[in-house]
T-cell receptor, first 116, second 112 residues
Framework: AQKITQTQPGMFVQEKEAVTLDCTYD???????LFWYKQPSSGEMIFLIYQGSYDQQNATEGRYSLNFQKARKSANLVISASQLGDSAMYFCAMRERAGGYNKLIFGAGTRLAVHP | NAGVTQTPKFQVLKTGQSMTLQCAQD?????MSWYRQDPGMGLRLIHYSVGAGITDQGEVPNGYNVSRSTTEDFPLRLLSAAPSQTSVYFC???????????FGEGSRLTVL
């Protein structure tokens, strides 16, 4: 069974609009962490944001926020005020304590295109 | 600010050839790992290490060997390359105190 599911292979958004990239996860471990990474066309992996399973508030980092709905097991990334430079692949990933706490399991990714 | 350094960035091999992808980090991270990235499949864990002398298998270890003789280095060896190993390979590290993975720039391997 997929541990991390990203159901949107591709998304597009108009510049300056907000966009939500979906991520659902599957775990029975009460202690886990959720990450989002950005991969631009140049290929490097850029860390964006982290949410711990015990964090009471949704994580935010600048224009990025994580809409964490624990009961639904979803961890959607919200990008506000999209910029052309946001065009990239976005990966959701999970780390479980039981699985070896530093191993990340990745989703298949969502390709975001920002249009002017 | 070297971070995680991978070499080579590009490599073409013939089936059956062997090669080593090098990975070095200068952040004194205990944890190091290798992932492969294939279209539509995200990143999949090949092998990982939680310290010098300790390695373990990830999701897709077949066809790959690793060793960790120092904290800094974590080479990935392909003993007999196969076309199915054509992929982009990423090395990543982090501290065991938790935190995000720091990735190298990736190595694109093509096996003919």
């Amino acid at each position: 069974a997929q541990k991390i599911t990203q159901t949107q292979p591709g998304m597009f958004v108009q510049e300056k609009e907000a966009v939500t990239l979906d991520c659902t996860y599957d775990t029975s471990d009460p202690s886990y962490g959720l990450f989002w990474y950005k991969q631009p066309s140049s290929g490097e992996m850029i860390f964006l944001i982290y949410q711990g399973s015990y964090d009471q508030q949704n994580a935010t980092e600048g224009r990025y926020s994580l809409n964490f709905q624990k009961a639904r097991k979803s961890a959607n990334l919200v990008i506000s005020a999209s910029q052309l430079g946001d065009s990239a692949m976005y990966f959701c990933a999970m780390r479980e304590r039981a699985g070896g706490y530093n191993k990340l399991i990745f989703g298949a990714g969502t390709r975001l295109a920002v249009h002017p | 600010n070297a971070g995680v350094t991978q070499t080579p960035k590009f490599q073409v091999l013939k089936t059956g050839q062997s090669m080593t992808l090098q990975c070095a980090q200068d952040m004194n991270h205990e944890y190091m790992s290798w992932y492969r990235q294939d279209p539509g499949m995200g990143l999949r864990l090949i092998h990982y290490s939680v310290g010098a002398g300790i390695t373990d298998q990830g999701e897709v270890p077949n066809g790959y060997n690793v060793s960790r003789s120092t904290t800094e280095d974590f080479p990935l060896r392909l003993l007999s390359a196969a076309p199915s190993q054509t992929s982009v390979y990423f090395c990543a590290s982090t501290s065991l105190a938790a935190g995000e993975l720091f990735f190298g720039e990736g190595s694109r391997l093509t096996v003919l």
